[in-house]
Nanobody, 113 residues
Framework: VQLVESGGGLVQPGGSLRLSCVAS????????MSWYRQAPGKERELVAK????????VYPDSVKGRFTISRDNAKNTVYLQMNSLKPEDTAVYYC???????WGQGTQVTVSS
């Protein structure tokens, strides 16, 4: 299993980023996928998950209405669209297949003016 996250970077408050995670080594369309994040000094937290059929859940109240998870099974890719970014969204973002313990290397998101 390989997971490659990309799309992170430095963005000003109020800006947007779209993260991508390309997966390989398993039948992507059969698995739900999730995005987690880990801020400095904090535990890794679940941000959103999307099931194999496309229905999705966004978890922390702090990101509801701003973050959207989606997937493209033809590209073995899961996305996290992040809008109206805030400094507290600064973290390393990781994707993970549901039911598996594999992690990618993560992509750094820094929200700062």
């Amino acid at each position: 299993v390989q997971l490659v996250e990309s799309g992170g970077g430095l963005v000003q408050p109020g800006g947007s980023l779209r993260l991508s995670c390309v997966a390989s080594g398993f039948t992507f369309s059969n698995y739900g996928m999730s995005w987690y994040r880990q801020a400095p000094g904090k535990e890794r937290e679940l941000v959103a998950k999307i099931f194999s059929r496309g229905n999705s859940i966004v978890y922390p109240d702090s990101v509801k209405g701003r973050f959207t998870i989606s997937r493209d099974n033809a590209k073995n890719t899961v996305y996290l669209q992040m809008n109206s970014l805030k400094p507290e969204d600064t973290a390393v973002y990781y994707c993970k297949p549901l039911g598996m313990t594999y992690w990618g290397q993560g992509t750094q998101v820094t929200v700062s003016s």
